[in-house]
C-alpha cells in the first residue's frame, strides 16, 4: 500500500480495491461523503490502468439535435421547446442528411442523433433519417435515441420496446447513447422530470437493447437535488444490469447545468471541480463490471476532462461538433474540439492518445 495513505479514514476500501474487491453501497456512501479526494483518486486511477493500461481514448464524431420540440417539457431541460415556439424548430430529413453529409472526407466513425418528444414526427421518419445517415455515411456507426425516444415511439405508435428497436436496427441503427436515465429515484424524478419515463423503464429499455446484441451507454446527471445516497443507489442499479447482460460499453457522469432552467429559480449552481472529479473517480470504483469511464468534455470543460484521466476516467469523448442540449442550459465550452486538440490534451496528461469507435476498437494510436 502507498505509504501517503497512512491515516487515512479510507484505508479499507484502498485494501478492498487493491485486491480486486467489489466496493459495497455502503463504501460508496462513505467515499461519495469523504473528503479525501487524492485518496479517492489513487484508487480510481489504480482501476483504470488495470482495466485500460495507459490508453486515453477518444472519438471523431458529430452530433445531430434533430428537433428540440418536446412533450414533455422536463425542469431539468433548458433545450426542449413547446411546439409554436418561436425558437422551436425540427429538422427535415433533407437537412439531417446534409448535416450528416458534411462529415463525409473528414475520417469520423460516428455519428450521435438525439432530439426531444416530437409529437409529429412519426416512427417512419426515424427509419427514414436513419437509412438517409446510412446512405452517406455507409462505415459510419449511429448511435442515435435515448431510452426515453425509444419508449416515446414505441407508445405512440402501440408498439413493444422490442418492435421498435428491431425495426430501427433494420433501418440502421447501431447503438443506444445513455441519455435520460438521469437519476432513478422515483422522488428525484417527480421533482425533475415528472413526465420522464421511470428508471425502471430505462433499465428496460437498455436491457432489451442488449438482449437483442446492440451495446449502449450509461449516464447519471448529477449536482441538482439528488442525495449520495440516491447517486450510489444509482451506480449500483447499473451495475447490476451490467451483471446481467455485459451491454454497456461505457459509463458517462453528466454534470447538471442549471442555466435556463426550470431549476434555475431554486438557486442551483454549476457543480465544483472538486465533485466532478469526485463522481468520475468513485463511478470508476463502483462500477467495476464497465471498462469504460468518459469525462464528457462538453459538460465539464477540456481542462478537467483532462485532469480526470488522472481520476479514473479513460475517454474524454470526441470531437462532436454542433452540440445544442447542454449549451442551451448556459455550457461554456466550444461546440467542438478537433483531432489534434484531443490528441495535445491526452499527450500532455501523460497518456497514450487511442483513437477508437464506438465499441472502443482501436484505429489509431500514440497519435
Not at 8 to 31: H, N, P
Not at 344 to 358: F, L, Q, S, Y
Given at each position: 500500500?502507498?505509504?501517503?495513505?497512512?491515516?487515512?479514514?479510507?484505508?479499507?476500501?484502498?485494501?478492498?480495491?487493491?485486491?480486486?474487491?467489489?466496493?459495497?453501497?455502503?463504501?460508496?456512501?462513505?467515499?461519495?461523503?469523504?473528503?479525501?479526494?487524492?485518496?479517492?483518486?489513487?484508487?480510481?486511477?489504480?482501476?483504470?490502468?488495470?482495466?485500460?493500461?495507459?490508453?486515453?481514448?477518444?472519438?471523431?464524431?458529430?452530433?445531430?439535435?434533430?428537433?428540440?420540440?418536446?412533450?414533455?417539457?422536463?425542469?431539468?431541460?433548458?433545450?426542449?421547446?413547446?411546439?409554436?415556439?418561436?425558437?422551436?424548430?425540427?429538422?427535415?430529413?433533407?437537412?439531417?442528411?446534409?448535416?450528416?453529409?458534411?462529415?463525409?472526407?473528414?475520417?469520423?466513425?460516428?455519428?450521435?442523433?438525439?432530439?426531444?418528444?416530437?409529437?409529429?414526427?412519426?416512427?417512419?421518419?426515424?427509419?427514414?433519417?436513419?437509412?438517409?445517415?446510412?446512405?452517406?455515411?455507409?462505415?459510419?456507426?449511429?448511435?442515435?435515441?435515448?431510452?426515453?425516444?425509444?419508449?416515446?415511439?414505441?407508445?405512440t405508435e402501440n408498439l413493444t420496446i422490442e418492435k421498435v428497436l428491431r425495426r430501427l436496427m433494420e433501418a440502421g441503427l447501431d447503438s443506444l447513447p445513455g441519455g435520460g436515465a438521469e437519476i432513478f429515484s422515483p422522488r428525484v424524478r417527480e421533482r425533475i422530470c415528472e413526465k420522464k419515463i421511470s428508471g425502471d423503464r430505462w433499465l428496460e429499455v437498455h436491457e432489451t437493447a442488449h438482449r437483442l446484441g446492440m451495446r449502449t451507454n450509461a449516464t447519471m446527471l448529477y449536482g441538482h437535488i439528488e442525495?449520495?445516497?440516491?447517486?450510489?443507489?444509482?451506480?449500483?442499479?447499473?451495475?447490476?444490469?451490467?451483471?446481467?447482460?455485459?451491454?454497456?460499453?461505457?459509463?458517462?457522469?453528466?454534470?447538471?447545468?442549471?442555466?435556463?432552467?426550470?431549476?434555475?429559480?431554486?438557486?442551483?449552481?454549476?457543480?465544483?471541480?472538486?465533485?466532478?472529479?469526485?463522481?468520475?473517480?468513485?463511478?470508476?470504483?463502483?462500477?467495476?463490471?464497465?471498462?469504460?469511464?468518459?469525462?464528457?468534455?462538453?459538460?465539464?470543460?477540456?481542462?478537467?476532462?483532462?485532469?480526470?484521466?488522472?481520476?479514473?476516467?479513460?475517454?474524454?469523448?470526441?470531437?462532436?461538433?454542433?452540440?445544442?442540449?447542454?449549451?442551451?442550459?448556459?455550457?461554456?465550452?466550444?461546440?467542438?474540439?478537433?483531432?489534434?486538440?484531443?490528441?495535445?490534451?491526452?499527450?500532455?496528461?501523460?497518456?497514450?492518445?487511442?483513437?477508437?469507435?464506438?465499441?472502443?476498437?482501436?484505429?489509431?494510436?500514440?497519435?
Open positions: 500500500m502507498n505509504k501517503l495513505l497512512a491515516g487515512s479514514q479510507l484505508l479499507d476500501i484502498v485494501e478492498k480495491v487493491e485486491r480486486g474487491e467489489r466496493l459495497t453501497k455502503g463504501d460508496g456512501i462513505k467515499l461519495m461523503e469523504s473528503g479525501e479526494l487524492l485518496t479517492i483518486g489513487y484508487m480510481a486511477d489504480l482501476v483504470r490502468k488495470r482495466k485500460n493500461g495507459d490508453y486515453a481514448y477518444f472519438i471523431v464524431n458529430r452530433h445531430i439535435n434533430h428537433t428540440n420540440v418536446c412533450a414533455n417539457l422536463c425542469k431539468l431541460c433548458a433545450f426542449a421547446k413547446e411546439a409554436g415556439h418561436p425558437e422551436a424548430y425540427t429538422m427535415s430529413l433533407d437537412e439531417i442528411e446534409k448535416k450528416a453529409a458534411e462529415s463525409r472526407g473528414q475520417s469520423i466513425s460516428e455519428v450521435h442523433i438525439v432530439g426531444g418528444l416530437n409529437p409529429d414526427l412519426t416512427l417512419k421518419y426515424f427509419e427514414d433519417m436513419l437509412k438517409r445517415v446510412r446512405r452517406v455515411l455507409p462505415g459510419v456507426v449511429i448511435k442515435a435515441f435515448t431510452a426515453v425516444e425509444i419508449d416515446y415511439f414505441a407508445q442525495t449520495v445516497e440516491e447517486r450510489i443507489d444509482h451506480l449500483v442499479r447499473l451495475r447490476e444490469l451490467q451483471d446481467r447482460t455485459g451491454g454497456f460499453l461505457a459509463f458517462i457522469p453528466l454534470a447538471f447545468h442549471p442555466k435556463n432552467t426550470g431549476l434555475e429559480e431554486i438557486g442551483l449552481s454549476r457543480t465544483t471541480g472538486y465533485d466532478d472529479l469526485k463522481v468520475l473517480a468513485v463511478a470508476r470504483l463502483m462500477l467495476d463490471n464497465f471498462d469504460h469511464i468518459k469525462a464528457f468534455w462538453i459538460m465539464i470543460g477540456p481542462k478537467l476532462a483532462q485532469v480526470s484521466l488522472a481520476f479514473g476516467a479513460d475517454d474524454i469523448d470526441g470531437t462532436v461538433v454542433e452540440e445544442r442540449i447542454t449549451h442551451a442550459a448556459g455550457a461554456e465550452t466550444g461546440q467542438s474540439l478537433t483531432r489534434h486538440e484531443l490528441v495535445n490534451m491526452i499527450k500532455a496528461a501523460g497518456r497514450v492518445p487511442a483513437e477508437r469507435d464506438t465499441l472502443y476498437r482501436i484505429l489509431k494510436e500514440g497519435l
